[in-house]
């Protein structure tokens, strides 16, 4: 079956613009999370979304970062006024959330996010 | 907070060398345990996971045992080939949580 994809696969902008990264998760999965994977601080949680439930945003970074989940499936991460330390991987994942145990996470492509 | 612990690499092999990459965690209550596989140019795919403790996982000949006395869930083949040339990450997920925590990652180079 489809995996989980995201778009673009790279992107390349001028420092101080906006970006979007789109994520559209496996069908039937309730959960979606952002990550971001660069050189300096490895793997790292942004935000998890989990059906209507109020988003974790514990692991944002700065306020210039938001994501929006829209009608439960395809989620957008934003990146305003972007700076050079943005420049990363940015990594979207889905789970069905079983009820126990498990959570297994299956992972996009990513998007490498570079700030020039 | 939680954090994992994973050795740090490169690791390099001879094909058909026994591998074993180490991964020590910490964290409150009974976490679930993951090994992550990244193979060039791919992205993360999940190798195999353990969610209780002495629960084994194992998949495409590589084992994990998860130690909850050691706080450990090392990664081990025992015989390795070129294709699984990659970076090996260890996470885990709380049972009350959702974020995974992940390890630096492990890069192994394994030769002909």
């Known amino acids: 079956g489809a995996g989980v994809s995201q778009s673009p696969s790279n992107k390349v902008t001028e420092k101080g613009k906006d970006v979007e990264l789109r994520c559209d998760p496996i069908?039937?999965?309730?959960?979606l999370y952002w990550y971001r994977q660069s050189l300096g601080q490895g793997l790292e949680f942004l935000i998890y979304f989990q059906g209507n439930s109020a988003p974790d945003k514990s692991g944002l970074p700065s306020d210039r970062f938001s994501a929006e989940r829209t009608g439960g499936s395809v989620s957008t991460l934003t990146i305003q006024r972007t700076q050079q330390e943005d420049s990363a991987v940015y990594l979207c994942?889905?789970?069905?959330?079983?009820?126990?145990?498990?959570?297994?996470?299956?992972f996009g492509p990513g998007t490498r996010l570079t700030v020039t | 907070g939680n954090s994992v612990t994973q050795m740090e690499g490169p690791v390099t092999l001879s094909e058909e060398a026994f591998l074993t990459i180490n991964c020590t965690y910490t964290?409150?209550?009974?976490?679930?345990l993951f090994w992550y596989v990244q193979y060039p140019g791919e992205g993360l795919q999940l190798l195999l996971k353990a969610t209780k403790a002495d629960d084994k996982g194992s998949n495409k000949g590589f084992e994990a045992t998860y130690r909850k006395e050691t706080t450990s869930f090392h990664l081990e083949k025992g015989s390795v080939q070129v294709s699984d040339s990659a970076v090996y990450f260890c996470?885990?997920?709380?049972?009350?949580?959702?974020?995974?925590?992940f390890g630096g990652g492990t890069r192994v180079l394994v030769k002909p």
């Open positions: 964290a409150t209550g009974y976490p679930s």
């Open positions: 069908s039937g999965h309730t959960a």
């Open positions: 996470a885990l997920l709380k049972a009350a949580g959702n974020k995974l925590t």
């Open positions: 994942a889905s789970s069905r959330r079983t009820g126990t145990g498990g959570y297994e996470q299956y």
